[in-house]
């Protein structure tokens, strides 16, 4: 108790004072520009919460809350930092113990605030669970942070992933079974005292001077694995554009399935919303179409596939649609029997919207990849890069994205129906188009696209 | 040299900066080729065309007997290409992408392989995004050569190499013509490296080929011819005056640029001049450079 004590009959100190606060600035962020955006930030997300609507409130600035976890993974990487500063000295843990009291001060104002506005208390306790594990685990495996990234996805340390995944464990459980949710707000808590008796004594073996020495995260990405790969793996790579290893799976699964079932399960059962009640398989595939298009444009690697992995522009297309096809039928897939497992829509709705993704990308794919003067894929039908094409491309596409959105939030059977089948004609001929431009497409251009 | 033979036969050639309509060159076994030309002639352009990254406008190539934009997979393997900046998959560790064109050609020379890699100190485990400009470029380069192409083009290899890769390059270049068997086509700027190592020139200008021939055919031809003041010419020197690319003059002497200069130049100047003068005869850089001016 007397640590305790301490933190807050030494608040006036002096000595401390101008060390905290200047610690508690840095906080937010160990460069100028970052000191500014993220106050700024936080100023706006609070005069957000306060005055828009309630369901507004639910649906932007709950996701965006969540982003107290955020620099709360800034904590031991800055105190590593300032460790000439002595800060590893008894006064030293009070001093940062007071810097973490008032930024958790300011940070639980946004939780105060949404349960104000939204009168859902386990809110404010997953917030204030999730703070408290983020400083946990700064301080527990410091060196997991300690690079130039803070990103927890960033780290290579099997506990950064395991911690990740403790947290998603209360925020899956409130979304899957709400019925439990007072049971899950009281273990919340629980394990929130927890945290901050673990907290406690992290800081003070942080203050160890023996802690912090030793190696750096980016020592264990020196191990890599030196085994040849599949050529199946290196074409799916290859068409990805980033290496299949543990980072690269959790880049794809974070993307394509975590984020979107979270947000949807999200607005489902914890903010249920009367106005979005139509939210499900729709939203879900929604929100997966960017992503899943921009992680097939395996085109700018056709250049350092000529001569080597392929020796016709007619292998380099088949290659790549094989890919393309195959990925589109297995997220749909999986997205199909997720969606039904869950109960996160009804049965016709889910295979409505896994019939329309399907035929979606691929006219979205086969209409930008067949007119040239659009680019949608970085490259365009004949390898280039064309900055105007991106422009023209959003212009043409948002008002079918519009329509597409306005047919299916009618939910009128007939009339979906009667959509697919409209985007499912032209594929095939969108596709032989662009199959022939592949054909002739300039290998070179897409070698000097890369460089430019 | 029976054409079937050739590696590679160019005709008409016609793509972007590149017009050669009227003139046909090859590449046989045994060649080391170098091909020069300022900035802009159309060098990568011309090596874009003759293996198939960009289709003609017109004009024919043939690669080994086939189209270059449609070669089967046992002709592609006789090809190694170096682009002039690396080309890379930045995602894989130097290893890993080794690794990766070993799985697409079925030759494999895992020595060679090994010696180069240890000769140039290309650091394997690392990942390609994080390897220098040099090191990528090396690395490129063993891809290319590791499963003994029978034609191996390079465009500017040795730009971003330092001095001792760039000498061990130029060695390894000698050793894989010394069996005369396989040819090399070599863009570059580092004239020195073109001396050493090629045996034909190809030098580009204003988009064609103003010299398909002998290196040292190309060298001989182009001289500076020195003249002393008061000149003194006793006979016409129409033949010689016709191949003066370009003209300096000071107090004392005048120098003039000749291209095309011969046994029958030498004999007219013989004949013709009689105060004292001194044919120069060039390197490959500065005939280069006295030409393109």
Same mark, same amino acid.
């Given at each position: 108790? +007397?640590?305790?004590? !301490?933190?807050?009959?030494?608040?006036? !100190?002096?000595?401390?004072?101008?060390?905290?606060?200047? #610690?508690?600035?840095?906080?937010?962020?160990?460069?100028?520009?970052?000191?500014?955006?993220?106050?700024?930030?936080?100023?706006?997300?609070?005069?957000?919460?306060?005055?828009?609507?309630? !369901?507004?409130?639910?649906?932007?600035?709950?996701?965006?809350?969540? *982003?107290?976890?955020?620099?709360?993974?800034?904590?031991?990487?800055?105190?590593?930092?300032?460790?000439?500063?002595?800060?590893?000295?008894?006064?030293?843990?009070?001093?940062?113990?007071?810097?973490?009291?008032?930024?958790?001060?300011?940070?639980?104002?946004?939780?105060?605030?949404?349960?104000?506005?939204?009168?859902?208390?386990?809110?404010?306790?997953?917030?204030?669970?999730?703070?408290?594990?983020?400083?946990?685990?700064?301080?527990?495996?410091?060196?997991?942070?300690?690079?130039?990234?803070?990103?927890?996805?960033?780290?290579?340390?099997?506990?950064? %992933?395991?911690?990740?995944?403790?947290?998603?464990?209360?925020?899956?459980?409130?979304?899957?079974?709400? %019925?439990?949710?007072?049971?899950?707000?009281?273990?919340?808590?629980?394990?929130?005292?927890?945290?901050?008796?673990? *907290?406690?004594?992290?800081?003070?073996?942080?203050?160890?001077?023996?802690?912090? +020495?030793?190696?750096?995260?980016?020592?264990?990405?020196?191990?890599?694995?030196? +085994?040849?790969?599949?050529?199946?793996?290196?074409?799916?790579?290859?068409?990805?554009?980033?290496?299949?290893?543990?980072?690269?799976?959790?880049?794809?699964?974070?993307?394509?399935?975590?984020?979107?079932?979270?947000?949807?399960?999200?607005?489902?059962?914890?903010?249920?919303?009367?106005?979005?009640?139509?939210?499900?398989?729709?939203?879900?595939?929604? @929100?997966?179409?960017?992503?899943?298009?921009?992680?097939?444009?395996?085109?700018?690697?056709?250049?350092?596939?000529?001569?080597?992995?392929?020796?016709?522009?007619?292998?380099?297309?088949?290659?790549?649609?094989?890919?393309?096809?195959?990925?589109?039928?297995? #997220?749909?897939?999986?997205?199909?029997?997720?969606?039904?497992?869950?109960?996160? !829509?009804?049965?016709?709705? #889910?295979?409505?919207?896994?019939?329309?993704?399907?035929?979606? @990308?691929?006219?979205?794919?086969?209409?930008?990849?067949?007119?040239?003067?659009?680019?949608?894929?970085?490259?365009?039908?004949?390898?280039?890069?064309?900055?105007?094409?991106?422009?023209?491309?959003?212009?043409?596409?948002?008002?079918?994205?519009?329509?597409?959105?306005?047919?299916?939030?009618?939910?009128?059977?007939?009339?979906?129906?009667?959509?697919?089948? +409209?985007?499912?004609?032209?594929?095939?001929?969108?596709?032989?188009?662009?199959?022939?431009?592949? *054909?002739?497409?300039?290998?070179?251009?897409?070698?000097?696209?890369?460089?430019? | 040299?029976?054409?079937?033979?050739?590696?590679?036969?160019?005709?008409?050639?016609?793509?972007?900066?590149?017009?050669?309509?009227? =003139?046909?060159?090859?590449?046989?076994?045994?060649?080391?080729?170098?091909?020069?030309?300022?900035?802009?002639?159309?060098?990568?352009?011309?090596?874009?065309?003759?293996?198939?990254?960009?289709?003609?406008?017109?004009?024919?190539?043939?690669?080994?007997?086939?189209?270059?934009?449609?070669?089967?997979?046992?002709?592609?393997?006789?090809?190694?290409?170096?682009? =002039?900046?690396?080309?890379?998959?930045?995602?894989?560790?130097?290893?890993?992408?080794?690794?990766?064109?070993?799985?697409?050609?079925?030759?494999?020379?895992?020595?060679?392989?090994?010696?180069?890699?240890?000769?140039?100190?290309?650091?394997?485990?690392?990942?390609?995004?994080?390897?220098?400009?040099?090191?990528?470029?090396?690395?490129?380069?063993?891809?290319?050569?590791?499963?003994?192409?029978?034609?191996?083009?390079?465009?500017?290899?040795?730009?971003?190499?330092?001095?001792?890769?760039?000498?061990?390059?130029?060695?390894?270049?000698?050793?894989?013509?010394?069996?005369?068997?396989?040819?090399?086509?070599?863009?570059?700027?580092?004239?020195?490296?073109?001396?050493?190592?090629?045996?034909?020139?190809?030098?580009?200008?204003?988009?064609?080929?103003?010299?398909?021939?002998?290196?040292?055919?190309?060298?001989?031809?182009?001289?500076?011819?020195?003249?002393?003041?008061?000149?003194?010419?006793?006979?016409?020197?129409?033949?010689?005056?016709?191949?003066?690319?370009?003209?300096?003059?000071?107090?004392?002497?005048?120098?003039?640029?000749?291209?095309?200069?011969?046994?029958?130049?030498?004999?007219?100047?013989?004949?013709?001049?009689?105060?004292?003068?001194?044919?120069?005869?060039?390197?490959?850089?500065?005939?280069?450079?006295?030409?393109?001016?």
């Amino acid at each position: 108790m +007397s640590f305790v004590a !301490d933190v807050f009959t030494r608040w006036q !100190d002096p000595a401390i004072r101008v060390q905290r606060n200047w #610690i508690f600035t840095l906080l937010w962020g160990r460069t100028s520009n970052q000191r500014l955006i993220w106050p700024l930030a936080y100023m706006l997300l609070l005069c957000g919460m306060a005055i828009f609507p309630t !369901d507004f409130v639910r649906a932007l600035y709950f996701p965006l809350a969540f *982003l107290a976890f955020a620099p709360s993974l800034n904590t031991a990487a800055l105190i590593e930092a300032l460790g000439h500063w002595r800060v590893r000295k008894p006064a030293g843990a009070v001093l940062i113990a007071q810097a973490l009291l008032l930024n958790s001060l300011v940070w639980s104002l946004i939780g105060l605030l949404f349960w104000y506005r939204t009168a859902n208390p386990t809110v404010l306790v997953l917030m204030g669970f999730a703070w408290l594990f983020g400083q946990f685990m700064a301080f527990a495996l410091p060196q997991a942070f300690a690079q130039r990234s803070l990103h927890p996805a960033q780290g290579h340390a099997w506990p950064v %992933q395991l911690a990740l995944a403790v947290l998603f464990v209360p925020l899956f459980a409130l979304l899957l079974y709400p %019925q439990y949710e007072i049971w899950i707000r009281a273990a919340l808590l629980l394990c929130t005292l927890a945290l901050l008796l673990g *907290l406690r004594v992290q800081i003070q073996r942080f203050g160890q001077p023996r802690v912090m +020495s030793p190696r750096p995260a980016s020592a264990a990405a020196q191990q890599v694995s030196l +085994s040849a790969k599949s050529a199946l793996r290196f074409r799916i790579e290859t068409n990805l554009g980033f290496a299949l290893d543990a980072k690269g799976w959790r880049k794809l699964l974070g993307q394509l399935l975590l984020t979107p079932y979270a947000l949807i399960l999200l607005y489902q059962h914890v903010l249920p919303m009367p106005a979005v009640n139509q939210w499900g398989a729709g939203a879900l595939f929604a @929100m997966q179409t960017g992503t899943f298009l921009v992680h097939f444009s395996a085109r700018r690697q056709w250049s350092n596939a000529w001569l080597s992995r392929a020796h016709s522009r007619r292998q380099l297309w088949w290659q790549d649609e094989q890919l393309f096809v195959g990925g589109l039928l297995l #997220i749909t897939g999986l997205n199909y029997l997720l969606l039904r497992l869950l109960g996160m !829509d009804n049965g016709t709705q #889910i295979m409505n919207a896994a019939l329309l993704f399907v035929v979606g @990308m691929a006219f979205l794919r086969y209409l930008v990849l067949s007119l040239p003067w659009l680019n949608l894929f970085g490259l365009n039908a004949r390898g280039r890069t064309d900055l105007q094409g991106v422009g023209l491309a959003f212009i043409l596409l948002m008002p079918i994205w519009f329509a597409v959105a306005w047919v299916w939030s009618k939910g009128v059977q007939d009339q979906i129906e009667l959509m697919i089948i +409209s985007l499912a004609a032209p594929t095939p001929i969108l596709a032989y188009f662009s199959y022939r431009y592949a *054909l002739q497409i300039d290998l070179g251009a897409i070698r000097r696209a890369k460089l430019s | 040299m029976h054409v079937s033979d050739s590696f590679l036969v160019a005709r008409d050639v016609e793509l972007g900066a590149v017009q050669c309509k009227g =003139q046909s060159f090859t590449i046989e076994p045994g060649q080391v080729i170098g091909l020069v030309g300022k900035n802009g002639a159309g060098k990568t352009t011309l090596l874009d065309g003759l293996l198939g990254y960009t289709f003609l406008a017109s004009g024919e190539v043939k690669v080994f007997g086939h189209p270059p934009t449609a070669m089967p997979k046992e002709v592609c393997s006789q090809i190694g290409f170096v682009a =002039q900046v690396d080309d890379l998959m930045p995602w894989l560790t130097g290893k890993e992408m080794l690794a990766a064109a070993k799985l697409f050609h079925t030759h494999w020379n895992k020595e060679l392989v090994e010696r180069l890699v240890n000769n140039w100190r290309v650091p394997l485990s690392q990942q390609i995004s994080e390897m220098s400009v040099g090191e990528r470029q090396k690395l490129a380069l063993i891809a290319a050569m590791a499963h003994e192409p029978k034609l191996l083009v390079l465009d500017e290899p040795a730009a971003s190499l330092d001095p001792v890769a760039r000498r061990a390059l130029i060695e390894e270049i000698i050793a894989i013509v010394a069996d005369g068997e396989r040819s090399v086509l070599l863009s570059s700027h580092i004239f020195s490296d073109i001396e050493r190592v090629a045996s034909h020139l190809w030098l580009l200008e204003n988009g064609r080929l103003s010299f398909d021939g002998e290196l040292d055919e190309l060298k001989e031809s182009i001289v500076r011819l020195h003249l002393t003041h008061p000149l003194k010419i006793a006979d016409s020197l129409a033949l010689t005056t016709s191949r003066v690319v370009r003209t300096e003059v000071s107090a004392e002497r005048e120098t003039w640029i000749i291209r095309g200069w011969n046994d029958e130049l030498a004999a007219e100047c013989a004949a013709a001049i009689t105060s004292p003068y001194h044919v120069e005869s060039l390197g490959l850089e500065d005939a280069f450079v006295e030409i393109s001016q």
